[in-house]
C-alpha cells in the first residue's frame, strides 16, 4: 500500500526551465511534508518542507505547494541548473512522529 | 563534526550469513532510523529509535534487529541474509522528533 504517490518517474528540463515534481498522499493524518535531493552513491539530504497551515514555502529557486483539500503537494524548481540533476523524493509524515513514508523518486535531468 | 557514518559501504553476503551494519551520529542526535532504498520503491523505514533502549519497528522491519545502547551507535543486524535483502541501507538521525533527518553515505549490500 502505497501512501505517497509521487510522478513523474523521471524529467528531463532544458536549462533555465522550471522542474516540477507532483506528489500526492492518502493520509490525512499526515501534516509534514518534507523533499529529499539525492545525488548518486550519497544518501538523501532534506531540501525543503512544508506543513499544512501554509499553502507555500519558497527557500531560493525552491518551492512547495501545497493543497490540502486535494491532498496533494508538489515541488518547483526555479531556474533550474544542471547541477539540479538528482533524484528527488517527497515524503510525509505526522510531525513530531519518526515515520517518514516516502514517495518512490523522480529523477531529474536537466539538460543544456 | 563527522554527521552520520556507516561502514562498511559496500558488502556481499551468502544466503544464510548474518552481518550487522553499523551507524553512527556525533551530533548528541537523540532519533536514529534505519531505511533500505530499492529502485522504484524508495526509502522504507526499517527501524527506529527515539533515545537510548528504546527502538521499535518501521514499514519493513522483518529479518533485521537493531538495538540502541548509547546514543552515538544504532547497528542494524541482518541474522540469516536472503537475496530479498539485496539493498541500499541508510541510517539517519534528528535532534528529535519532528526535527529534519540527516541520512548518512548508505551501505550497498548485495546478498547471493
Known amino acids: 500500500q502505497q501512501q505517497v504517490k509521487q510522478s513523474p518517474q523521471s524529467l528531463i528540463v532544458q536549462k533555465g526551465g522550471i522542474s516540477i515534481i507532483n506528489c500526492a498522499y492518502e493520509?490525512?493524518?499526515?501534516?509534514?511534508f518534507p523533499w529529499y535531493q539525492q545525488f548518486p552513491g550519497k544518501g538523501p539530504a532534506l531540501l525543503i518542507a512544508?506543513?499544512?497551515?501554509?499553502s507555500e514555502k519558497k527557500e531560493g529557486r525552491f518551492t512547495i505547494s501545497f493543497n490540502k483539500s486535494a491532498k496533494q503537494f508538489s515541488l518547483h524548481i526555479m531556474d533550474s541548473q544542471p547541477g539540479d540533476s538528482a533524484t528527488y523524493f517527497c515524503?510525509?509524515?505526522?510531525?513530531?512522529?519518526?515515520?517518514?513514508?516516502f514517495g518512490t523518486g523522480t529523477r531529474l535531468t536537466i539538460i543544456p | 563534526n563527522a554527521g552520520v557514518t556507516q561502514t562498511p559501504k559496500f558488502q556481499v553476503l551468502k544466503t544464510g550469513q548474518s552481518m550487522t551494519l553499523q551507524c553512527a551520529q556525533d551530533?548528541?542526535?537523540?532519533?536514529m532510523s534505519w531505511y533500505r532504498q530499492d529502485p522504484g520503491m524508495g526509502l522504507r523505514l526499517i527501524h527506529y529509535?527515539?533515545?537510548?533502549?528504546?527502538?521499535d519497528q518501521g514499514e519493513v522491519p522483518n529479518g533485521y534487529n537493531v538495538s540502541r545502547s548509547t546514543t552515538e551507535d544504532f547497528p542494524l543486524r541482518l541474522l540469516s541474509a536472503a537475496p530479498s535483502q539485496t539493498s541500499v541501507y541508510f541510517c539517519?538521525?534528528?535532534?528529535?522528533?519532528?526535527?529534519?533527518?540527516?541520512f548518512g553515505p548508505g551501505t550497498r549490500l548485495l546478498v547471493l
Open positions: 515524503a510525509a509524515a505526522n510531525f513530531g512522529n519518526e515515520k517518514l513514508t
Open positions: 493520509n490525512t493524518a499526515f501534516d509534514y
Open positions: 512544508i506543513r499544512p497551515d501554509v
Open positions: 551530533m548528541n542526535h537523540e532519533y
Open positions: 529509535s527515539v533515545g537510548a533502549g528504546i527502538t
Open positions: 539517519a538521525s534528528a535532534l528529535a522528533s519532528g526535527r529534519p533527518q540527516y
